[in-house]
């Protein structure tokens, strides 16, 4: 009897052994480390998340979400932002958690590529980078600037899905601050205008319906402009008008008219969008 015919039988079960450790080690990669790979892809999308919500003081339970818009303000602008309209920052951080848990639970890989979550990732980190900053309307340029870098290239723009929302709101709200942000600033460093707020307000007004109702908009951007519009709207007309003849008094009540007018065109904007 030859000595490799002894050893056939250990060479059997050891190759019986290999397949059947190759098999269940496949099984393993399949059902948890693969799980767990995905996970950690999206662990930079994850990590700034939770930068972003603890920066702004949000927070979830099985039972309640936790937000304090207030601490989204400190930017001077020309008109005044509700403070709940920064409420919109609790549903972006909502938004986002769905989707990175989507893409990293989906049965047939991630749905976010490389480029979407990275995207996430440094819009993140910028936005709470902005929190509490010294230079509010620079970091909050930068964080219009960055959210909508995926939007202009075409990887996160079009209709809205559950992977891409977090993002057009974030870029559209954003983008409104910057831009009532800048008329601000501007109008501080122009003598004629930084002692009159009505004006700058009326400034800030024909800014914001070019904003509003400029074509392209997307559904989302219409949502954050009547939002923004309605609470406006609220706050200017508190109080009513004063029909006494002074010169503060009438600008003040152009200046309500004015966003009753631009009010009126974004949210008529966004109800054609839903509606017809």
């Known amino acids: 009897m030859k000595f490799s015919d002894a050893l056939a039988p250990i060479d059997d079960v050891g190759e019986k052994v290999m397949d059947t450790t190759e098999e269940y080690v496949k099984k393993a990669d399949d059902v948890i480390l693969g799980r767990v790979m995905r996970v950690m892809d999206h662990a930079p999308a994850f990590v700034t998340l939770k930068a972003l919500a ?14 304090h818009p207030e601490a989204f303000a400190g930017l001077d602008m020309a008109l ?60 909050t340029i930068i964080v219009a600037l960055v959210s909508g870098y995926a939007l202009r290239n075409g990887r996160a723009g079009g209709d809205a899905t559950i992977h891409n929302t977090s993002l057009q709101l974030m870029s559209s709200f954003t983008t409104v601050l910057s831009v009532l942000g800048a008329v601000s600033w501007i109008s501080a460093h122009i ?3 930084a002692d009159s707020a009505s004006v700058v307000g009326l400034l800030g007004l024909m800014a914001y319906h070019v904003l509003a109702t400029r074509e392209g908009n997307g559904t989302v951007k219409m949502f954050v402009n009547a939002g923004i519009l309605f609470g406006m709207l609220l706050g200017a007309m508190e109080g009513g008008f004063d029909l006494s003849l002074t010169p503060e008094n009438f600008m003040k009540n152009v200046g309500r008219l004015g966003t009753a007018y631009v009010a009126y065109e974004g949210i008529e904007r966004f109800r054609a969008a839903v509606m017809d």
């Open 54 to 67: 603890d920066a702004g003081g949000i927070s979830a339970s099985l039972s309640s979400i936790v937000s």
């Open 80 to 139: 005044d932002v509700p403070t709940m309209s920064f409420e919109i920052w609790t549903l972006i951080c909502v938004f986002q958690a769905l989707s990175l848990a989507k893409s990293a639970l989906a049965s047939n890989g991630n749905e976010l590529s490389q480029s979407d979550i990275t995207a996430l990732a440094m819009s993140n980190w910028v936005a709470a980078r902005a929190i509490g900053s010294e230079n509010p309307l620079l970091d």
């Open 191 to 193: 003598p004629i205008l």
